[in-house]
């Protein structure tokens, strides 16, 4: 049986462990950079709420591998997605970038698969793999990438779409990104 997978949405929680990195003492400024083949995932151990992470493939310095990344982020061991990106790089048209604040403290999968007429799709090829840098960036020190963000859905902490007030709020935009917010009325 194949399932449809919508465009513009998380790629589902069926890839393979392929590094795990360890953020428990990470301060900003630290970064980690390797390759990752489409369809593993990191395990990203002790991610913390105070600190957000950027995540890219958009670092292909010769440009010279035209693989579509799409960039999913999950609770670690699956569940509701929490992040994802599909073709934001200015300098490279089909690679992706996450800026991702942990909802709260502790582990989550990076997942990257690939667009090769088959959304979110995972190649048994050598060759097809991305180049990935994540680096710790204090929440401060984030930039607004795309000013037109718009919003997806807004949920609570067990996921439910709400726009009840005087609760932790999770605002999903357009671009992966997702925004914690109390708003107290």
Not at 43 to 49: R, T, V
Not at 100 to 112: A, N
Not at 161 to 170: A, I
Request: hydrophobic share 30%.
């Amino acid at each position: 049986m194949t399932v449809a997978q919508q465009y513009n949405s998380a790629c589902p929680y069926d890839n393979n462990v392929r590094d795990t990195l360890d953020f428990s003492s990470a301060v900003a400024g630290a970064s980690h950079d390797a390759w990752i083949w489409s369809g593993d995932y990191i395990w990203a151990i002790g991610m913390k709420s105070s600190l957000s992470y950027g995540i890219t493939t958009c670092i292909d310095p010769f440009n010279i591998r035209d693989n579509d990344s799409h960039i999913s982020i999950y609770t670690h061991g699956g569940g509701q997605s929490l992040a994802f990106n599909d073709d934001q790089c200015s300098n490279y048209q089909y690679h992706s970038t996450v800026i991702f604040s942990p909802p709260t403290d502790g582990d989550y999968d990076i997942l990257f698969d690939e667009h090769t007429g088959v959304y979110c799709s995972h190649l048994s090829d050598p060759f097809d793999f991305y180049d990935y840098y994540i680096e710790v960036l204090e929440i401060t020190d984030i930039k607004e990438y795309n000013t037109s963000k718009k919003i997806l859905k807004i949920t609570d902490i067990l996921g439910r779409e709400t726009k009840n007030t005087n609760q932790l709020l999770f605002y999903i935009y357009d671009d992966g990104r997702v925004e914690k917010r109390i708003v107290v009325e």
